[in-house]
């Protein structure tokens, strides 16, 4: 090649380059993390959450746990209970707009426990996602907000059984029970 | 034509722009690197620092005592001076300053469960318009950011406090964010670090960069650019016509060798010329010219030295070589003088050519000339020629191998003119019938003999040239 053709070559060459590194850097596309056939699932608690909860607010709420889940390993450690969902548990909760039952109302939004330990984004073991219903959108909340209310699972709390012996319940506050 | 661009000033502009992008390089990311690191450490300690907070709060809020969370921050105020604390309640205003919350609680409880306190505040502050504050109230996450007041520059951090579980039972369960953290803490020296660590770099940058772009082009002004100069002036030397000139190349590297190998060069240069005095010019043009062979009338000249072989044996072998040498000298200087050419030297004899109209003249000339330096001058140690002449075609061409060729003449002429030197004897100029015959009117000359000649069946009538009255033509 000619080296004036090649020099005239070379800001198109370093602008691609840019572009790709731009590109490569860029956020990934958004993955479907949560599966769609959530809604055939076991669920903890038969009951509609219709009490305020903060973290969730006054809105009405459903939950349900996929087949992984249902094998929750419950045991002893130096004398304390702890629980354990295997990897690959999905813990889905609906969330309502309105706190009363409305006949054929979708929910707004879902929030999401997925167990897996192994990724970056992870936080005590669970990815916390909330995906948007409207845009279907999801987004992984790898900073503290949800995991540091969750903390509180472990330890006695006003919900549920209020576990009011701090068992270690892998910080889900409505454990699944056979 | 392009414009002649000194290598010394290329070489110093690739020096000059390597270094300033190599070294720039190099400093610019040290000095980014650094600063980014501090930036890095300082976030990291005020994350801490919040972190630290955030659990003490948690556990100074839950008995309610708010006074002893307002008092530990106006004691880190105190202690560190660079350390400010401060907490809001997600509405933007400043907790503690007011009763509002105890009359949540209690209402909360059902019952006066907390005491009103005297208020613990005076100036208590809102920052609702703040972005910041905004973000992390809103977004419920952890926000870090700098801000520069005058002189002095700020980390801050706000950190959400959440409406725990074990918060809700006080404080109700339909808000999630209770409250921010705010931490500012002062950073002037970090920032002034920061600011000296890049004049830092670049006066590092400043100083190196010059410095050794004047080492390294110094070095290769002494290894490179003077030497390859120096050849270059060898070489003009030698153009202008001055062999003794060579190059003086220390280095033992390419560039010593190739000033070796000019030396080399400019020798066999040398040898060359000082060959071309004695060799004919039509040899010398015919090498240029690459002639392959013709035919030409011309005069044969055949000189050699009598008793040559007795007179090398009783000599040393310096004086032998310089009395040949003179001989030779004084012969081809005669011979070119009256426009003959050197054909070569065989030994002792010299073997020359005449052409053009007068070649015979010329030659006769030549002989005579010659006979009579030899006769009269001192120095040839009494040494003698013996010469023949002979006319005729002859051929002329480039004889010998590819590696090695001389332009020579060849043909019964030739052996004809040394037959005739041959028999001459010294100081004696021995010619054919060919020679005699066009200078008949105007030499003096003795003959003619007959001398048999190998090959030949006749006698070859001979003519011993006397003199040959009348200047040069």
Known sequence: ?178 | MRRFVPLARKVNFILVSSLALGIGAAIVYLAYAQNRDLRRANAENLQRQSEILYQSIKNAMLPGEAPVAVRLFADIRQATGTFEVSLYRADGVEAFSDNRTIETVNANLERIYFRAKPLLMSDARMIAADMNFTRAVQERRTVLYQQAEGERSYALIYKTLLNLPKCAGCHGSTHTVRGVIHIRSDVTREAVQQRNNLLLAAAIFAVLVPLLAVLLARFLQVTLVRPVRHLGEVCAGVRGGDFSVRARIGSRDEIGALGERVNEMVQGLYERFQLSKFVSGSTLQSIRNRERGAKASMTLFFSDVRSFTAYAERHPPEQVVEALNRLLNVQTEIIHRNGGDVDKFVGDAVVAVFSGERREENACRSALEIQEELGRAAGYDGLKVGIGLDSGEVILGLVGSEKRADFTVIGDHVNVAARLCAAARPGMVLVTESVYSPLRARVKARGPAHLKVKGKTEALAVYQILALPGGPA
């Open chain 1, 1 to 178: 090649m000619n080296p004036r053709r090649a020099s005239a070559l070379l800001p198109h060459v370093a602008l691609a380059a840019v572009a790709l590194l731009a590109l490569s850097c860029a956020r990934p596309a958004p993955r479907a993390l949560v599966p769609a056939d959530y809604a055939s699932w076991e669920r903890p608690t038969e009951r509609d959450l219709d009490y305020p909860v903060p973290g969730h607010e006054d809105h009405r709420r459903r939950i349900y746990l996929n087949q992984s889940g249902e094998d929750v390993r419950i045991t002893e450690r130096q004398g304390r209970v702890v629980h354990e969902y295997p990897e690959g548990t999905v813990i889905v909760k609906e969330v309502y707009a309105g706190l009363q039952f409305r006949q054929g109302e979708a929910p707004f939004q879902l929030t999401v426990m997925i167990k897996k330990p192994k990724d970056p984004l992870a936080r005590g073991g669970w990815l916390w996602v909330v995906r948007d219903m409207a845009s279907g959108q999801e987004t992984v909340i790898d900073y503290e907000f949800c995991f540091d209310c969750h903390a509180n699972a472990n330890e006695p709390h006003p919900y549920g059984d209020k576990n009011p012996r701090g068992e270690f319940r892998d910080y889900v506050f409505l454990p699944y029970r056979k």
